[in-house]
């Protein structure tokens, strides 16, 4: 079974311009995370879906930052406009309930604002 | 959450058993011990899980105290590719058996396995 599935792995795009990352998470899975990594502040859960709702997003910086899951097999995490501080990879996860905290990350889209 | 505390970085010999310690102290009764790694340039991936008793899987074993208050991951035989960020987290288990949402990651201990 495939993994759960970024895209893009990297992007580079200059400041004020939008960026949609996007991710499939594992079939089946019902819980959907996204979290920020950075060197300053470290993993950092930004926001999480749960039968495609979304449950918290206390973890969202600010306005500029926006997620959807229109159905069950896709999310995307849309920033706009992009700031330099932005400049991280981006994680997707997603969880099967009943399975505790297994979480199955993808292997990330590595963002910078230039 | 309870907190964990975890030294910031440790060396291990390849071959050898990799021990990393985590504090919990402040783990409460239906708080599990959730262990993840990070190697470099990929995402998180889940080692192995407990709530009081050790446990054992293919790739790590898991000792926790009688007391809950710290266990150990054990990695038997350190190979360079365990080289990695290895995260304790301690998170609860609602009522109905299944888990919060939430998986907060602190800033883990780097392992670093050298020939």
């Known amino acids: 079974d495939a993994g759960v599935i970024q895209s893009p792995r990297h992007e580079v795009t200059e400041m004020g311009q939008e960026v949609t990352l996007r991710c499939k998470p594992i079939s089946g899975h019902d819980y959907l995370f996204w979290y920020r990594q950075t060197m300053m502040r470290g993993l950092e859960l930004l926001i999480y879906?749960?039968?495609?709702?979304?449950?918290?997003d206390s973890g969202m910086p600010e306005d500029r930052f926006s997620a959807k899951m229109p159905n069950a097999s896709f999310s995307t995490l849309k920033i706009q406009p992009s700031e330099p501080r932005d400049s991280a990879v981006y994680f997707c996860?997603?969880?099967?309930?009943?399975?505790?905290?297994?979480?199955?990350f993808g292997e990330g889209s590595w963002l910078t604002v230039v | 959450d309870a907190k964990t505390t975890q030294p910031p970085s440790m060396d291990c010999a390849e071959g050898r058993a990799a021990n990393l310690p985590c504090n919990h102290s402040t783990i409460s009764g239906n708080e599990y011990v959730y262990w993840y790694r990070q190697i470099h340039s990929q995402g998180p991936q889940y080692i192995i899980h407990g709530l009081k008793n050790n446990e054992t899987n293919e790739m790590a074993s898991l000792i926790i105290t009688e007391d809950r208050k710290s266990s150990t991951l054990i990695l038997p035989h350190a190979t360079l590719r365990d080289t990695a960020v290895y995260y304790c987290?301690?998170?609860?288990?609602?009522?109905?058996?299944?888990?919060?949402?939430?998986?907060?990651f602190g800033q883990g201990t780097i392992l670093t396995v050298h020939p």
């Open positions: 879906f749960n039968n495609n709702v979304p449950i918290d």
């Open positions: 987290i301690v998170r609860g288990i609602n009522a109905g058996g299944t888990s919060y949402g939430k998986l907060t």
């Open positions: 996860a997603s969880r099967l309930q009943g399975t505790g905290n297994t979480i199955y």
